[in-house]
């Protein structure tokens, strides 16, 4: 199937958009605003958003974070949106443990279940 060279220009405006969009910070689909309720999902909820900044701040596509993390791809975009119910806090500590610039400091608070790994 041929693709007229007037739709490639749109397509390729549409996905400039939408990296324009992730770029900023904009969430798809994602369970970023989920409250956690478990402790276990808050330091999950906080490991997932680390591996997000990482990605957006050293400008990483998804197969290149998924290489970083030894995950497969479809694996690191269900991490890159918050579908951490998917894993074991075990696997995504392990995952952590894989950037080098990340020191573990945590700091809990109980009444709200707000977690910050500093």
């Known amino acids: 199937m041929r693709v007229s060279k007037t739709e490639q220009k749109r397509i390729r405006g549409k996905f400039k958009?939408?990296?324009?969009?992730?770029?900023?910070?904009k969430k798809f689909r994602s369970r970023?605003?989920?409250?956690?309720k478990t402790i276990a999902e808050a330091l999950?909820?906080?490991i997932c958003q680390?591996?997000?900044?990482?990605k957006t701040e050293n400008r990483l596509t998804n197969r290149g974070i998924a290489k970083i993390l030894r995950v497969t791809e479809p694996q690191a975009s269900?991490?890159?949106a918050y579908h951490f119910n998917m894993f074991s806090l075990d696997f995504l500590?392990?995952?952590l443990e894989l950037l080098?610039?990340?020191?573990?400091?945590?700091?809990?608070?109980?009444?709200?279940?707000?977690?910050?790994i500093a």
Do not use: N
Request: proline fraction near 2%; aromatic fraction near 4%.
């Open 17 to 25: 958009e939408i990296d324009k969009d992730i770029r900023s910070g």
């Open 78 to 80: 269900q991490i890159l």
């Open 93 to 95: 500590v392990d995952r």
């Open 50 to 54: 680390k591996f997000v900044r990482y």
């Open 100 to 116: 080098a610039s990340v020191d573990l400091e945590t700091k809990v608070s109980t009444d709200r279940l707000k977690i910050s």
């Open 44 to 46: 999950k909820k906080e």
């Open 32 to 36: 970023a605003g989920v409250d956690p």
